[in-house]
């Protein structure tokens, strides 16, 4: 406190104008990474996600994956044991090498989802918003239509539909189209994991786009917009250049978050047997059997991987509350 | 007001349009029923044939869109493939079970919601406070399966083998119209309905108790002398929980779709294990009935919030 006694109010404010004048000047991302490091609990989920990411990354390294995906029927059904850290599941398989393989799955399936959903997102959002009229009236009923559908059944029919052959006709052939398994750095993953990718993707667009469509039209209406108008820039240039990176913040927001929500869908779908088909493990679909087993009181089938999965989860939630309040500008953290 | 309503409904029409595109193209894609006589012995290609012009499947799509369209609107939703009953037959058999569970459910979500968000709320920054909200944060990141199978392991299979009271798994067959079995058969569903929604509930409600304890009129009421209880109840806790009653009655819709996994897990026979078990056989009819009637919920019980929220709270005016 200062010793002038004149006017305490005063002092403080003038106090903090000076600090502010002659500390060093930050970039928007220095501010935001300031705001995000005293955020406490999103530093405890970053850190969190760092320590999973060395787990299945590092563990693949020393693990191979013939060791998650071998079955050893003599060996089925055992508890924890220092063989088998995290018990086996019904056809021998060693749960803890599962749960390294199956959370790689897990996080690539959530990462591009979230990707795709993003994408569709902020172009429905954005192409409603800025061109309003029936365009912005066809797209927010479609919108609203996908949110009215429950969320599972849309997974589950989505589900079902992508994971058919399609018989079609084209010029004068029938072909048949089914999704091929991909190889992805190395590794060979089922047509069932760019399924879900696609049913994730699908079916999560609709929140961001209309945080994006919100976003937008009040940025419509400001001055530098009409500027950039008046320059004679083109719509793509407005809206790439202009509108997205000034819903960017929110936009991060949704996508952390959705992370959390893609996983927690990869898992239902995947214990529904929608998801990704064994041998490749999965998060999800190392329940599916924890649930026949579990009145047998096969604990470990059921604990470990929701033990990993709340993890994540609560780790990629934590970060994204962070986020949300280091992104906002008006945060006084 | 009127003005606004005929919007709203006009709109609503409009949504429910795309969400029979929509719910009929994707069942549609999502197999074929026949592949259920793929199989059997003694089926002939001729017979398959007759089978799929029964059903109405040699058609185009479109023909068969308008076909069921126009049948949905005079209220029938057609014949199970499988069953050949009504499909809203089938969903009549179901909904009292879903809404028996979905009642109780939301009733114990309220009261704890209510109870843990007041008392986070007063408590701001406590040990009580820390531990509600560490515990919601960790519900809130919970697959309901997690919860669901974690009940089910601790409460019936394991207090079964230690030789306690145990609760029913939902592997037995019990008489629905026996009182005493219902509720026993009810416990571990709601019990887990009610963790994981009361996690984002009791979550929301603080803060929103939080936001009010801090406005003026909060402050006025103190000052005149009124006893604390009155201050929170009277007072704060009327304006606080307006939104929590926007989100309850956009999630009353969603309770007529019951709770497909818990209801699978605990083998109760509601409307979202209906919907799983004939989704899996690709019985169209039923499916679609299901998928229609929850969103024309969600799509109705919208609007009606909308319009409860100018009754509930005189500063809102719909425009």
Known sequence: ?333 | MWSYLARRLIQAIITLFFITIICFTLTRLSGDPMAQYANRPGITGAQKLVIRRQLGLDQPLPIQYVKWLSLALQGQLGDSFFSKQPVTTLILQRLPMTLILMVTAQISIISVSLLLGIVAAIKQYSLTDNIITTFSFIGFSMPIFFIALGLMLIFAVQFKAWGLPYFPTGADVWDQKDLRAMIWHLVLPVSCLTIIQVAGYSRFLRSSILEVLGLDYIRTARAKGLIERKVLFRHALRNAALPFVTILGLDIAGLLGGALVTESVYAWPGMGRLFWEYAQRNDYPVVNGVLLMTSGAVVFFTIITDIAYTFIDPRIRLG
């Open chain 1, 1 to 333: 406190m200062s010793a002038d006694t004149a006017s305490p109010s005063t002092v403080v404010t003038l106090d903090l104008r000076a600090a502010e004048n002659t500390g060093p000047t930050l970039s928007p991302a220095q501010l935001v990474w300031r705001r995000f490091r005293r955020h406490r609990m999103a530093l405890v989920g970053t850190v969190g996600l760092i320590l999973l990411l060395f787990f299945i990354v590092g563990g693949s390294v020393i693990v191979p994956e013939t060791a998650a995906n071998d079955q050893s029927l003599r060996e089925r059904l055992q508890p924890p044991s220092a063989k088998h850290w995290f018990g086996t599941d019904s056809t021998g398989r060693d749960s803890f090498n599962r749960i390294i393989y199956g959370g790689q799955i897990s996080l690539v399936i959530g990462v591009l989802a979230v990707g795709m959903s993003v994408t569709l997102g902020t172009i429905v959002g954005g192409l409603a918003a800025y061109y309003g009229g029936w365009v912005d009236s066809l797209l927010m009923r479609v919108t609203e239509a996908m949110l009215a559908i429950p969320q599972l059944f849309l997974l589950i029919v989505l589900g079902r539909a992508l994971g058919q052959k399609f018989n079609f006709t084209l010029l004068g052939e029938t072909r048949t189209f089914q999704l091929q398994s991909i190889t992805f750095l190395g590794r060979s993953y089922s047509a069932s994991v760019g399924i879900v990718i696609f049913v994730i993707g699908l079916t999560s667009w609709m929140y961001l786009a209309r945080i994006v469509r919100a976003n937008v039209l009040s940025l419509r209406e400001m001055d530098f917009v009409a500027a950039s108008k008046a320059l004679g820039a083109s719509d793509a240039r407005i809206f790439f250049a202009h509108l997205v990176p000034n819903t960017l913040g929110a936009i991060i927001v949704s996508a952390t978050l959705g992370i959390a929500g893609a996983i927690i869908s990869e898992a239902y779908v995947s214990f529904l047997g929608l998801g990704v088909q064994p041998p490749t493990s999965s998060w999800g679909n190392m329940l599916t059997s924890a649930q026949s087993f579990i009145q047998r009181g096969s604990w470990w089938m059921w604990l470990f991987p929701s033990l990993f999965i709340v993890y994540t989860i609560l780790c990629i939630n934590l970060m994204g509350d962070g986020l949300r309040d280091a992104l906002d500008p008006r945060s006084s953290r």
